[in-house]
């Protein structure tokens, strides 16, 4: 079985500084990776996906990820914030041959000025 | 495009009333999802259907059931509504195969149960 595991519950960041949201998971076959980004009362809306090929993807809003199979892990960088980046991020696993798609519990990312 | 819809956006129900949350996608997606998302825990997933008369069990089944009649409707029925089912309530479809494999969500459903 899968599980997804988001290391940080809450992310306070200063505009324009880096960020990272980090993301692990665990499973025994092969997988597709996604971050998904929550507005206040909205629903989830895809950043980036991995599939396959390249270990670093490119999403919307200036964001990137890189898959890396030997930690597990799929952690969300972005090199300059802005306020409009805060929201709830969750990182999700599916399983490439099954139905499974599992989400972590996510990570509020809090930008001020 | 639609995409995914869902139907109400809020309600409030009594304890022991039932209710049909309602979820409808327009993309000829054969997985379909239901999840409930509550504070600091994620999403869970409730139940999920890989295609027309195929459903199964999630994480958190009990209190609720499912039917996929159509490939395009995927509704939710809460049976004697409880106020741990005070949640708000996500409906997603996808295709598992392709480059365009991720799950599309409806705006949710906000249920308070009092």
């Known amino acids: 079985a899968q599980s997804v595991t988001q290391l940080d519950s809450q992310v306070p960041v200063f505009e324009e500084a880096p960020v990272e949201l980090r993301c692990n998971y665990s499973s025994s076959v092969s997988v597709y990776l996604f971050w998904y980004v929550q507005y206040p009362n909205q629903g989830l809306q895809l950043l980036l996906k991995?599939?396959?090929?390249?270990?670093l993807v490119k999403g919307i809003n200036g964001f990137e990820a890189e898959f890396n199979k030997s930690q597990t892990s799929f952690h969300l960088r972005k090199p300059s914030v802005h306020i409009s980046d805060t929201a709830e991020y969750f990182c999700?696993?599916?399983?490439?041959?099954?139905?499974?798609?599992?989400f972590g519990k996510g990570t509020t990312l809090s930008v001020s000025s | 495009n639609a995409g995914v819809t869902q139907t109400p956006k809020f309600r409030i129900l009594k304890i022991g009333q039932s209710m049909t949350l309602q979820c409808t996608q327009d993309m000829n997606h054969n997985y379909m999802y239901w999840y409930r998302q509550d504070p600091g825990m994620g999403l869970k997933l409730i139940y999920y259907s890989v295609g027309a008369g195929i459903t199964d069990k999630g994480e958190v089944p009990n209190g609720y059931n499912v039917s996929r009649s159509t490939t395009e409707d995927f509704p939710l029925r809460l049976e004697l509504a409880a106020p741990s089912q005070t949640s708000v309530y996500f409906c997603?479809?996808?295709?598992?195969?392709?480059?365009?494999?991720?799950?599309?969500f409806g705006q949710g459903t906000r249920l308070t149960v009092v």
């Open positions: 997603a479809s996808r295709e598992p195969q392709g480059a365009r494999t991720e799950a599309f």
């Open positions: 999700a696993v599916a399983n490439q041959a099954g139905t499974a798609l599992i």
């Open positions: 991995y599939l396959s090929g390249s270990t």
